[in-house]
């Protein structure tokens, strides 16, 4: 539990940081990769999402990635898809590979 806790600190301070940079920088277009993940499994708090999702759309637009996207999200959105797995490495026994799935 105290881990978990020491890592969402880690989390909610890089995100104070990655939206001082979206403000630096004012991207046309912001991807907060696997962030829906994120919000799933309360590594990213919700605040901290919308904080980020504001800083963006001031700028520009905003994608997250990531399943189990919260209904909050969902109907804030102006676009939604759901992808579906047809065919994956993990079928096979392959781990996860840094830069692909993580």
């Known amino acids: ?18 939206e001082a940079r979206v403000h630096e920088l004012m991207p046309d277009l912001l ?21 980020l999702i504001e800083a963006g759309l001031r700028y520009g637009d ?4 990531g399943r189990d996207a919260p209904q909050w999200l969902l109907d804030r959105a102006a676009y939604v ?6 065919k994956h490495p993990f079928d096979e026994g392959r781990p996860a590979r840094k830069g692909i799935e993580f």
């Open 81 to 86: 898809t759901r992808m579906e797995a047809v």
């Open 1 to 18: 539990e105290e881990r978990l806790e020491r890592e969402r600190a880690r989390v909610a301070g890089a995100a104070t940081l990655l």
């Open 62 to 65: 905003v994608v997250l990635t």
């Open 31 to 51: 991807v907060l990769d696997e962030a829906c993940v994120a919000l799933a499994v309360r590594m990213l708090s919700r605040e901290d999402a919308e904080r």
